[in-house]
């Protein structure tokens, strides 16, 4: 199985980062925390903190996936300009993406969901549009072979079986 990652910032969704976190632990799947600075990053509701095992502006592996949390981490990641240039090169070496919540922002700002099925929180809808996705109101859409998204942490339970089911294909 290839390594898995999970790419944040401040301000992510507690259950949308912990939920999947404790999800390969049990697994015991080997996965890296990866982020812009090598310090404690806290969620929305500061439940806990977390440091990246790996930095961003590091040479990365070629990972079979990367998850995203939502809340406002998408949109910290977004601030980096190059968050997106990652996010792309990612994508086009065959790396499966998931998302949940905000963080198809971060797929849409990379040019990668033109023409396809989408869901996130019902707020993005609009720039989901924008960026040439279509946004369905459904738990969990896989978007195509690489790209999966879930719209709220209030959708994890139909979410993660999803997600452990494409973990477990790679």
């Known amino acids: 199985m290839k390594k898995i990652a999970i790419m944040l910032d401040d301000g992510y969704h507690d259950l949308e ?3 999947p976190y404790y999800r390969l632990k049990e697994e015991g799947i ?3 925390i ?6 404690a990053y806290k969620g929305q509701f500061s439940i806990d ?3 990246p095992t790996r930095l961003l502006s590091d040479t990365l592996e070629n990972y079979g996936l990367v998850f995203f949390p939502g809340a406002k981490s998408p949109e910290n990641l977004l601030r980096n300009t190059e968050s997106v240039k990652i996010v792309r090169k990612m994508h086009d070496q065959g790396t499966h993406l998931a998302t949940i919540c905000h963080s198809p922002l971060l797929l849409g700002e990379a040019g990668l969901l033109g023409g396809k ?6 707020s993005i809808k609009p720039a989901m ?4 996705a279509n946004y369905v109101d ?3 859409v896989r978007s195509s072979d690489n790209i999966l998204t879930g719209r709220t942490h ?3 339970a139909i979410f993660m079986p999803e997600f452990m089911r494409v973990i477990r294909s790679l």
């Open 17 to 19: 980062l912990w939920v």
């Open 30 to 32: 080997d996965f890296d």
């Open 34 to 39: 990866l982020a812009w600075e090598n310090r």
């Open 49 to 51: 903190s977390i440091s």
């Open 117 to 122: 099925n989408v869901t996130g929180h019902s």
């Open 129 to 132: 549009e924008r960026l040439g």
């Open 138 to 140: 459904s738990p969990v």
């Open 154 to 156: 209030f959708d994890l």
